[in-house]
T-cell receptor, first 114, second 108 residues
């Protein structure tokens, strides 16, 4: 069974540019989560999808961040326009339906905004 | 003060030593997770606990719901155990609240 995969693994962009991160969850996993670790801080929740629906986006920092999950399969997280403080590692996780089901994490995307 | 506190922040030990990493939390939880992150790598879920104790190989995780405290133990530690160990709790919603992590180095 393929794990959670994230693309790209690294991205370096200039301030003001747009970047789109992609997460492919494990097939059949209804729950998909995005998390972020910025330098020196704890990992923070960004948002949660159940299938194609956003269940909780309370962790999204501002309206420069847009997440979608087309057809309940893969998800994208777009940052437009990127700012310096958006630099960090963005993790995606997926799990089967239900709250306390085991979560599987991707390798993360390291985003550097210069 | 973070809702999830881990100690120690950093831990260096010799191969073979018994390791304990602690996690205290201040919110009501439905489950507590212990996760592992290797340098440059992704995150791997080690345990999900809501009560009692779980064991997997040389790893043992315990939780005391009344005291809002959990511990992760590693027996007969090995250099390949070197990683960051993170405690995260899930409350009444689906969000995970993360600790800062404990960086563990096991020297041969």
């Amino acid at each position: 069974e393929a794990g959670v995969t994230q693309f790209p693994s690294h991205s370096v962009i200039e301030k003001g540019q747009t970047v789109t991160l992609r997460c492919d969850p494990i097939s059949g996993h209804d729950n998909l989560y995005w998390y972020r670790r910025v330098m020196g801080k704890e990992i923070k929740f960004l948002l949660h999808f159940v299938k194609e629906s956003k269940q909780d986006e309370s962790g999204m920092p501002n309206n420069r961040f847009l997440a979608e999950r087309t057809g309940g399969t893969y998800s994208t997280l777009k940052v437009q326009p990127a700012e310096l403080e958006d630099s960090g590692v963005y993790f995606c996780a997926s799990s089967r339906a239900g709250m306390n089901t085991e979560a599987f994490f991707g390798q993360g995307t390291r985003l550097t905004v210069v | 003060k973070n809702e999830v506190e881990q100690s120690p922040q950093n831990l260096t030990a010799q191969e073979g030593e018994f390791i304990t990493i602690n996690c205290s939390y201040s919110v009501g939880i439905s489950a507590l997770h212990w996760l592992q992150q290797h340098p440059g790598g992704g995150i791997v879920s080690l345990f999900m606990l809501s009560s009692g104790k779980k064991k997997h190989g040389r790893l043992i995780a315990t939780i005391n719901i009344q005291e809002k405290h959990s511990s992760l133990h590693i027996t007969a530690s090995h250099p390949r155990d070197s990683a960051v160990y993170i405690c995260a709790v899930r409350g009444s919603n689906y969000q995970l609240i993360w600790g800062a992590g404990t960086k563990l180095i096991i020297k041969p």
